[in-house]
């Protein structure tokens, strides 16, 4: 189970993605970034947040720690904004909690460096998860003392749309020719060599299993929440022996490998 707080205040908006997060306090004194149930894409962004992130994590990966977020939308009464007022108003209840990086900056390829064994690991981990989301237009990766980590995952798993397509998930082939990450020679046999063996049913069935029920209640087609669980853990389970075979990188990645200069990198940075 992820572990539970309650929202105490709304501090303000991030403005930087789509979907309008807010930076809020919880009670824990912790500060989150919270993604609304009630965003435009709804509570699917947020069970693949929970999932993806849940087993992100479990493979090694830097994930800030999340959090099932009980919002009370009285808190935001103060917000002048009327849309993020609407988005309040419609997502009382539990949210997501992304423990907030303070300073964190932007991914930014000219200024940070990544060997070929860690482009290879994430650009592995999104073709399993078949994230869009992390092309170099959008990167999705935060740069916090000094480490690369990995924020929003709201847009994989693209066949929780329709789930009677899921099965043909397993061998699709993944989109990479625009990751942020190809241009840095990523070695997708080495993580396909390490990672693919540690996508257990049991490692799925874990990452599933914090998922609130309250995002998985009513699913058509299916009579429980542990019943949608079970067929996210099925299609990763199918997908993950076969996919860096199918992983599409642009033509020339290996050729034009970007190097940040020494002083612009972050190596040693500390705070
Ligand atoms: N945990 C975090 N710590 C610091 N900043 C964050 C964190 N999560 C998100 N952000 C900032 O908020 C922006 C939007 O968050 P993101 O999860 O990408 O939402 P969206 O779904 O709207 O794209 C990010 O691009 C980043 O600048
Ligand atoms: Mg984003």
Not at 22 to 31: H, N, R, S
Not at 49 to 62: K, M, P, T, W
Not at 146 to 174: F, Q
Not at 180 to 205: K, N
Request: with cysteine.
């Amino acid at each position: 189970m992820l572990k539970e707080v309650t929202a105490t205040r709304y501090i303000t908006p991030l403005r930087e993605g789509g979907s309008l997060p807010g930076l809020v306090e919880a009670d824990d004194l912790g500060a989150y970034v919270m993604k609304f149930t009630g965003a435009g894409q709804g509570r699917k962004t947020l069970v693949a947040e929970v999932i993806c992130g849940q087993l992100a994590r479990r493979l090694g990966f830097r994930v800030p720690g999340l959090a099932a977020l009980d919002l009370d939308p009285v808190i935001g009464l103060g917000e002048p904004d009327p849309e993020v007022q609407g988005l309040l108003k419609g997502s009382g209840g539990t949210n997501l909690g992304m423990r907030f990086l303070p300073r964190a900056l932007g991914f930014d390829p000219l200024a940070y460096a990544v060997d070929p064994v860690q482009a290879g690991r994430i650009i592995w981990f999104d073709a399993l998860i078949n994230n869009v989301d992390r092309s170099w237009r959008n990167p999705n990766m935060l740069v916090w003392n000094g480490e690369l980590w990995l924020i929003d995952h709201g847009a994989s798993m693209i066949w929780h749309h329709n789930w009677r397509g899921a099965p043909a998930w397993a061998g699709k082939p993944y989109d990479a020719t625009d990751h942020a990450l190809a241009p840095f020679g990523p070695d997708l046999a080495a993580a396909a060599a390490d990672l693919a063996p540690r996508i257990t049913e049991d490692l799925l069935a874990e990452a599933a299993a914090d998922v609130p029920d309250v995002w998985l209640t009513d699913e058509p087609g299916f009579d429980s929440p542990d019943a949608v669980r079970r067929a996210y853990v099925e299609t990763l389970l199918e997908r993950a022996p076969g996919i860096h075979e199918r992983i599409e990188l642009p033509k020339a990645a290996a050729a034009a490998t970007p190097r940040a200069t020494g002083w612009i990198t972050y190596e040693g940075a500390g705070q």
